[in-house]
């Protein structure tokens, strides 16, 4: 029964943690494309002065490396596995936080950011602003995937690593075993020469 419940957990986490994923492959495509896309306008990678494309393709990058990490953890179902991907996703859930409330409760946000040279950044915020309903779901279902995937990391870290073989444990099968070498020991055969004449010890005894 325990090994059923681990399996289904390390099954539902792999689902969980596949929509960061999706996130990090999709920033990464966006990021690539705004680089084509300035390559093809100045004929020059982006500067410095792009942090936004950057920005995008190491948050991609993060998201998809943070996702293999995360699938390792809950294959092998290690407890320091399972620590370092619950404090990768910690971080992550308060970095999001983080920006969340300087953007509400900060009406000059935009300071706090530098200028973005390639403008990307202005047709990201009025997208988001275009489509804020459509952006809220996306948010919800990625903050709550991560805090499933903090959840799950946590029951299955509390459940302990399998065995990894077919068997529950070999300590079933030592009783059923242990006969069998009492017979095998009681039951020896006697490895002496039966043609040999019987011979006392006592008689050379002088």
Sequence with gaps: MGRMVRSCLQSVLKLVNSVAAFVGVGLILYSLWMINVWFR????????????IYASFGLGV????????????????????????????F????????????VILNRDWEEDF????????????????????LCRYIGSVIVAA?????FLAM??????P???NG?????????ARLPLLGDRVQHAPYGGDPSAPYQNDSWNVR
């Design 91 to 102: 971080l992550l859930v308060m970095l999001e936080a983080a920006v969340t409330a300087d």
């Design 162 to 164: 399998g065995s990894g």
């Design 155 to 160: 029951i299955l870290r509390a459940l302990g």
């Design 167 to 175: 068997c529950d444990s070999d300590d079933e099968y030592i009783p």
């Design 146 to 150: 991560q805090a499933m995937s903090l």
């Design 41 to 52: 306008q100045t004929h020059a990678f982006p500067t410095a002065g792009a942090w936004f």
């Design 62 to 89: 993060s998201l998809c490396l943070m996702t293999c990490f995360g699938h390792i953890a809950a294959e092998t179902a290690s407890g320091h596995g399972l620590a370092c991907y619950m404090a990768l996703v």
């Design 114 to 133: 530098p200028e973005d040279q390639t403008g990307r950044f202005n047709e990201f915020k009025n997208f988001i602003k275009s489509n804020d309903e």
